[in-house]
């Protein structure tokens, strides 16, 4: 399995998703973050072989809005609704889509309240990221008391560095990176480190 190491450093591992990316190592684990490139063949190949393998209660997902497809009709009749509806229009809809493949309930996970979202301007998400990023941690920690989670954020809610747009490292690599039950996962082409 392929584990990125930045300089030497210890606190900056994390398993990237390869073609040697062997899962057996996070069978164990109560909670999988995958950091994704929006709509990258390898991440959705990825996650169809994790859903296979690890067999999650849940698979939480940024990109569905604040939607619970947790049966087969509701996800029909998300899926049926026209594509304007949807919270990231089209990017929600291949959401719905995948999940149709599933018997496994998908929950997004996005903070949607768009007021705060508001305070950001043109180049500086800081406030909308550390907003976002602490209600998906509420999220994920309150799933993972139910059950095995696997949880896929857009590949730049787990960078392990602090920029002048995004804010501090996340909060989300920082929680649930190298700690015991949970493992993260980053694209091999992320869009950030």
Do not use: C
């Not at 059950?147 to 560095?161: E, F, N, Q, S, Y």
Request: glycine share 8%.
């Amino acid at each position: 399995m392929d584990i990125k190491r930045k300089n030497g450093d210890p606190g900056i591992d994390y398993y990237v998703n390869d073609s040697g990316l062997d899962l057996k190592a996070l069978n164990g684990m109560r909670v999988i973050v995958l950091g994704e490139r929006h709509n990258n063949a390898d991440d959705l190949a990825l996650l169809a072989r994790m859903i296979t393998e690890l067999k999650p209660d849940y698979v939480l997902l940024e990109g569905l809005g604040d939607y619970v497809l947790g049966d087969k009709l509701t996800k029909e009749l998300k899926n049926n609704a026209p594509v304007k509806s949807h919270y990231y229009e089209g990017f929600t809809k291949r959401w719905i889509e995948f999940s149709l493949k599933y018997d496994v309930p998908f929950i997004g996970i996005e903070y949607t309240d768009l007021a705060n979202h508001a305070k950001d301007v043109q180049s500086d998400y800081k406030e909308s990221f550390k907003l976002r990023e602490a209600h998906f941690i509420k999220m994920i920690d309150a799933y993972a008391k139910k059950g095995k989670v696997i949880a896929v954020l857009g590949d730049t809610h787990v960078r392990t560095i602090e920029t002048e747009v995004l804010g501090a490292i996340s909060p989300v690599y920082l929680r649930y990176n190298g700690k015991k039950n949970s493992a993260v996962i980053r694209s091999a082409e992320g869009e950030i480190e």
